[in-house]
């Protein structure tokens, strides 16, 4: 069984700080990770990929990926209140001519003001 | 720009009663689509995909078929709603940088 595997929380964090998720996987032939967030009630929204090891930043948010420990994080800097949501981490496997992905269930982050 | 239409938003219907869903793509040919469910509280179930007209991949053996009648148009469907089938569907279609969702249908089976 493939598997994305995400604490399922509830995080919180003050108005500011840094939220650290973290999301690790099982299928070594995963390629590229995704990170989404998802608003109660509302379809899940796309943050930030990545595909090397290392770290890639967009803005506030920044992805890191370990592929020897089969880690994937996401850190959010500077935290707001609007960052309250379920976020997704996502592993993309190969599967015939569609490339899947392969959802976590979630982490769910509360900025507290 | 490529966007992806999906209704309607809310649904409630009877045990025992069809069900059609209809996600529709727009601005991309031969686009690669998927049909997920969520549960309440839980992460995203991979249900169908399809990699073109007429191609249907199933992940899960269920209640619910799936069919592309027309490049750009995917369908979930049911003869006959279960109490269990009540979720948040997802239509998405994919693209290199990763999926895009449609808007979901909230489905109550009651």
């Known amino acids: 069984q493939k598997e994305v595997e995400q604490n399922s929380g509830p995080l919180s964090v003050p108005e500011g700080a840094i939220a650290s998720l973290n999301c690790t996987y099982s299928?070594?032939?995963?390629?590229?990770f995704f990170w989404y967030r998802q608003y109660s009630g509302k379809s899940p929204e796309l943050i930030m990929f990545?595909?090397?090891?290392g770290d890639k930043e967009d803005g506030r948010f920044t992805a890191q990926l370990n592929k020897a420990s089969q880690y994937v994080s996401l850190l959010i800097r500077d935290s707001q209140p609007s960052d309250s949501a379920t976020y997704l981490c996502?592993?993309?496997?190969?599967?015939?001519?569609?490339?899947?992905?392969?959802f976590g269930s979630g982490t769910q982050l509360t900025v507290l003001p | 720009s490529q966007t992806i239409h999906q209704w309607p938003a809310t649904l409630v219907q009877p045990v025992g009663s069809p069900l059609s869903l209809e996600c529709t793509v727009e601005?991309?040919?031969?686009?690669?689509l998927y049909w997920y469910r969520q549960a309440a509280g839980r992460g995203l179930q991979l249900l169908f995909y399809?990699?073109?007209?007429?191609?249907i991949s199933s992940e899960v053996p269920q209640n619910l078929s799936a069919s592309r009648p027309q490049d750009r148009q995917f369908i979930l469907s049911s003869k006959k709603l279960l109490l269990s089938d009540s979720g948040f569907y997802l239509c998405?279609?994919?693209?290199?940088?990763?999926?895009?969702f449609g808007s979901g249908t909230r489905l109550t089976v009651v």
């Open positions: 601005g991309t040919s031969n686009p690669n």
């Open positions: 299928d070594r032939g995963s390629q590229s």
């Open positions: 998405a279609w994919r693209f290199d940088s990763g999926y895009t």
């Open positions: 990545i595909y090397s090891n």
């Open positions: 996502a592993a993309r496997i190969s599967s015939g001519s569609a490339r899947q992905l392969t």
């Open positions: 399809s990699v073109g007209i007429g191609q």
